[in-house]
C-alpha cells in the first residue's frame, strides 16, 4: 500500500525497525542493564533502584513465584499498585517467572476488581495495603491463592520507610482495616526469593506478557492479549521516534501517569532502553509536591494528558519547575488542547507532543515529530513499521483526505481479545486491519487527524468510561426507573460523565445516587452530573434507549 506519511518522516527515523531483536521484554531491557549498571532506572519519594538493583530484586520476586510460590509458566499475576518502586519489580519479576501480568487499577470497585480477576483467571495478587480490603472482600469468589502485600514506604531508606507508613496508616489513616490468612509481605519475598534460583526462564515472542484490560462496545471490560513480541515491537518503535531528541544514559523521565495505564507503562520500557531515569510519582494530584520533584529532578522529559499539563500550568510556582533542562513533553490518552499546548511552549520552549494510540495496539500508533515546533492539531504520522488506513464501513480504502474509520495493521497490534472471540472477530477487518472505532482523516503529507468518536466512550482525564458500565450500576439503584450516561464537556477533565434519569422513586437525589455510584464505580467513572426528566427516555422500536437522541436533546437544552 502507498505510504505518504514517510515522505514526511524526520531524517533519522527509520520506516522499519527490527522488531524481532529482541524475544522479550526482560532480554529488551538487558543491555540497559548491562551499559549502565549503576545509573539509578527508578526513583520514588527520595530512593531510587540502579538498573542493576531493578535487574536482581525482579529476579528474586520471579524466583519466589517460581520455586516457593509454585506459579507455571503462563499463570496470571495481577498487579495493584500505583507508581511505586514495587511496581517494576513486581512487573519484570512475573515476566521472569514466565508469568503473564494483569494490570490492575487500584481504585476499582469490589465489583470491578472481581469482574477483571475472575475473568483473567489470576491466581496471585501483588497490592498496596491501601486497597487490601477491596481484595479481602472478592478473594473467596476467585482463583487467587498467593497475596503479596506491601506498603507505600517499604522500598524507602531507613528511618524514612517505618516514618512513611507510620502516616499513612495512623496519621492520615489511609488503610482501612483487612485480613487475609496467609497474606505474604513484599520485601520478605524478595528475601527469600534472593536464596532461590534466581535465572529466567526462556521466553518466546508469540508468548503472552500482559493482560490490558479495555471497554467496548458493550461496557464490559475486556482484555487485550498483548505479546512480548508487541510490546518489544511498540517500545522498539517508540524509541526509534524519541532517540534523535534524547541521549543515551543521561535523560531523567517523570512519570506522573500510572503505569498500570499502556501509555505510561510503554513510555517508561522506552526511556528505560535509553538508560533513562524514570521518576515515579505516586500521587501526581499533589500539584505542588510535583513542581517541586520536576525541579529537583532537573526532569528532561515528562509524558501526561492535556488535564495534567493545564493543571500544572494552572499552579503557582510551575515558572521554576524543570527551567531550562525540559527536552520533551509528550501528550496521549485525550485529545491535547491547542490553548494548552501553546501555553506550556510558551512556558517551557518545547511543544507537547501529541500521539495516538489505543491499548490493542500497544498502544503507540502514530505520533507528531519532535522537531515540529509548534502545536499541529494532528495526532501525527504512523510510526516505524505500522501502518494506517481509513476505510469505509465495507473495509474499502477511501482517498486521501475523505474521513472514515481509522484502521491499523503493524507488529504492536494485539494477539486477541482474552476469551473473547466474538468481540475479537468485531474489532478485525480483512487484510488484518484492526478497526480503532474512532473515525478520521489522512492528509497527503501523511497527517491523521482524528474527527470524532464512532463509540460512545467518554474520556475522563485520559480514562475510558463506557456508558453501559455506568448505565448497568445506576439502574440497579432501586430509585431508578431508567438511566443513560453521556459525556459532558469539562474544562479541566476534558469530559466528565453526565447522567440522565427518569426516577421511580421521586425522593431520589443527586447526591445519593452520586454516592451509590462511589461505591461501585471507579472515581473517574462516577458522574459529576445528574440530570432528572419526568418524561421516559426515547427509544428504537425494540425498546433500546436512544443515547445518541439523549445527547442531541441534552445539547439543545444547553444551547437553549
Known amino acids: 500500500m502507498e505510504k505518504p506519511w514517510l515522505r514526511s518522516y524526520p531524517p533519522d527515523v527509520p520506516a522499519e525497525v527490527d522488531t524481532a531483536a529482541f524475544a522479550s521484554l526482560p532480554a529488551l531491557v538487558a543491555p540497559s542493564v548491562a551499559a549502565w549498571p549503576d545509573r539509578d532506572a527508578f526513583a520514588n519519594q527520595g530512593a531510587a533502584l540502579t538498573y542493576r538493583r531493578f535487574d536482581q530484586q525482579a529476579r528474586a520476586f520471579g524466583a519466589y513465584l517460581r520455586h516457593k510460590a509454585g506459579l507455571q509458566p503462563g499463570d496470571r499475576v495481577a498487579i495493584m499498585l500505583p507508581n511505586l518502586l514495587q511496581y517494576p519489580i513486581a512487573l519484570f519479576g512475573t515476566l521472569h517467572a514466565g508469568c503473564v501480568a494483569v494490570n490492575t487499577n487500584p481504585l476499582y470497585s469490589a465489583r470491578e476488581l472481581l469482574h477483571q480477576l475472575v475473568d ?40 524514612r520507610a517505618l516514618l512513611t507508613n507510620f502516616v499513612v496508616a495512623h496519621v492520615k489513616h489511609m488503610v482501612p482495616e483487612w485480613h487475609i490468612d496467609g497474606a505474604l509481605d513484599f520485601n520478605d519475598v524478595l528475601r527469600a526469593g534472593a536464596v532461590s534460583d534466581m535465572s529466567a526462564l526462556p521466553i518466546n515472542g508469540a508468548d503472552t506478557a500482559l493482560l490490558q484490560y479495555t471497554g467496548g ?26 532517540r534523535g531528541v534524547l541521549t543515551p544514559g543521561r535523560e531523567v523521565a517523570l512519570v506522573p501517569l500510572p503505569l498500570y495505564h499502556i501509555f505510561a507503562l510503554t513510555c517508561t520500557l522506552a526511556f528505560m532502553r535509553l538508560g533513562a531515569t524514570n521518576v515515579l510519582v505516586t500521587n501526581p494530584r499533589d500539584l505542588p509536591a510535583l513542581i517541586k520533584e520536576m525541579k529537583h529532578a532537573k526532569a528532561s522529559t515528562i509524558i501526561g494528558v492535556n488535564t495534567l499539563f493545564r493543571a500544572l500550568l494552572d499552579t503557582p510556582g510551575v ?57 499541529t492539531g494532528a495526532i501525527g504520522l504512523p510510526i516505524p513499521s505500522t501502518e494506517v488506513a481509513i476505510l469505509d464501513d465495507a473495509g474499502t480504502p477511501l482517498p486521501l483526505g475523505e474521513p472514515g474509520e481509522i484502521c491499523v495493521r503493524g507488529p504492536q497490534v494485539m494477539q486477541r481479545y482474552w476469551n473473547n472471540p466474538e468481540e475479537t472477530a468485531k474489532v478485525f477487518a480483512p487484510g488484518g486491519w484492526l478497526r480503532t472505532g474512532d473515525i478520521g482523516a489522512m492528509d497527503e503529507q501523511g497527517y491523521v487527524r482524528l474527527l470524532d468518536r464512532k463509540k460512545d466512550m467518554i474520556i475522563v482525564s485520559g480514562f475510558k468510561v463506557f456508558p453501559n458500565e455506568v448505565e448497568e450500576v445506576v439502574a440497579a439503584h432501586a430509585g431508578v426507573l431508567e438511566a443513560v450516561a453521556v459525556g459532558a464537556a469539562d474544562e479541566r477533565a476534558g469530559q466528565v460523565v453526565k447522567l440522565v434519569v427518569v426516577r421511580k422513586d421521586p425522593q431520589l437525589a443527586e447526591a445519593e445516587l452520586i454516592e451509590y455510584c462511589r461505591a461501585n464505580l471507579a472515581a473517574y467513572k462516577v458522574p459529576k452530573i445528574v440530570v432528572f426528566r419526568d418524561e421516559p427516555l426515547p427509544k428504537s422500536n425494540v425498546g433500546k434507549i436512544l443515547r445518541r437522541a439523549v445527547i442531541e436533546q441534552e445539547g439543545s437544552a444547553a444551547a437553549g
Open 120 to 159: 483473567s483467571g489470576a491466581t496471585c495478587i501483588v497490592v498496596l495495603e491501601n486497597f487490601a480490603h477491596i481484595v479481602q472482600q472478592v478473594l473467596p469468589s476467585t482463583s487467587v491463592r498467593t497475596v503479596i502485600t506491601t506498603k507505600v514506604g517499604d522500598m524507602l531508606h531507613l528511618p
Open 319 to 375: 515558572e521554576d519547575a524543570a527551567s531550562g533542562t525540559l527536552k520533551l513533553a509528550v501528550a496521549g490518552g485525550m485529545a491535547m488542547q491547542r490553548s494548552v499546548a501553546e501555553r506550556w511552549q510558551q512556558r517551557f520552549g518545547v511543544p507537547v507532543t501529541e500521539g495516538y494510540g489505543l491499548t490493542e495496539t500497544s498502544p503507540i500508533v502514530c505520533a507528531n515529530r519532535l522537531d515540529a515546533g509548534h502545536f
Open 217 to 242: 462496545t458493550t461496557g464490559v471490560p475486556k482484555a487485550a492479549v498483548l505479546s512480548h513480541a508487541n510490546l518489544v515491537a511498540n517500545v522498539l518503535q517508540t524509541e526509534a521516534w524519541v
